[in-house]
């Protein structure tokens, strides 16, 4: 029998902050306690800590029901007890955080999707009492040209969107000059929108293809509209992340780390080193 894995999604945390160190505010920020509220359930950090030697972090994204109504039935008692709980889990997701590169990994639970997970991981850290001039959004890493096989499959594509931000501090020589071209005028957002009714050739605007692929390593998000087979089609970024198994025996967050370096490095390298690793 074949053992049982988890599977750990990968996406980019963008955080601006007037902190020197990354690594101690993000320890701190995620262990405040703070919460995001949202219909029925709070949002929050729980059991947050450095793994090992560090310097990546770890813990869990909790998603918690606010009040709760059962009814209990006691052995040895005739009736039942109905009784209110309060901030009940109703899931949590384990994720590391490497607080150089941004590049954090979680796991895919049930109760918890990878579009919430992305949405309330930055929505909690922005309620901790650090947030004072503090920006951060989070979006999933793609594997690269994944976004450009699936608009391939478009017979024509009448709206292309991106918005872009500026890496911090790490960019890659396929989108460097794009990134620091962004950074020069001091610009937080890059936004560009195409439309065409008789349909857009994206492979002839070429400076397109440093836009897809800084989207697609978490630095923003792209989107194309298109027909396919006379259907209106959308395809965007973040809708299909890295992920990579660890096998389900591995309990202790130093192991379930180390099963997930091989991944941490190879995306690390797109950023850095100009490489693009095996996905």
Not at 60 to 67: C, E, N, P, S, T
Not at 106 to 116: D, P, R, S, Y
Not at 154 to 164: A, C, D, P
Not at 196 to 214: F, K, N, P, Q, V
Request: hydrophobic content about 40%.
């Amino acid at each position: 029998m074949s053992e049982r894995n988890h599977s750990y999604a990968f996406s980019k945390l963008n955080l601006r902050t007037p902190y020197p160190d990354k690594g101690a505010y993000l320890l701190e920020a995620l262990g405040s306690g703070a919460f995001y509220e949202s219909t029925k359930h709070q949002w929050s950090f729980r059991d947050v800590s450095v793994v090992a030697e560090g310097p990546q972090l770890h813990g869990f994204l909790v998603k918690a029901r606010d009040q709760k109504h059962v009814e209990q039935a006691p052995p040895g008692q005739a009736g039942m007890t109905p009784q209110d709980l309060s901030f009940i889990v109703e899931a949590k997701a384990h994720f590391f955080l490497d607080p150089s590169s941004g590049i954090v990994s979680h796991q895919i639970v049930g109760g918890i999707t990878a579009l919430e997970f992305v949405e309330r991981f930055p929505a909690v850290l922005l309620r901790s009492p650090q947030h004072t001039l503090v920006e951060a959004f989070m979006v999933a890493i793609e594997e690269r040209e994944e976004f450009l096989s699936a608009v391939g499959t478009l017979q024509k594509v009448t709206r292309f969107s991106v918005t872009l931000h500026p890496s911090n501090p790490n960019n890659s020589h396929l989108w460097r000059d794009l990134d620091e071209q962004i950074r020069k005028i001091k610009a937080l957002t890059f936004r560009e929108e195409y439309e065409s009714s008789e349909g857009l050739d994206l492979e002839a605007a070429g400076g397109m293809i440093d836009r897809i692929l800084m989207a697609e390593d978490g630095l923003g998000v792209a989107c194309a509209e298109g027909e396919r087979d006379g259907k209106r089609q959308v395809i965007r970024t973040g809708t299909n992340p890295v992920v990579q198994a660890v096998p389900a025996s591995l309990e202790e967050p130093k192991g379930i780390l180390d099963a997930l370096m091989v991944r941490f490095q190879q995306i690390r390298d797109r950023y850095r080193d100009g490489k693009d690793g095996d996905g």
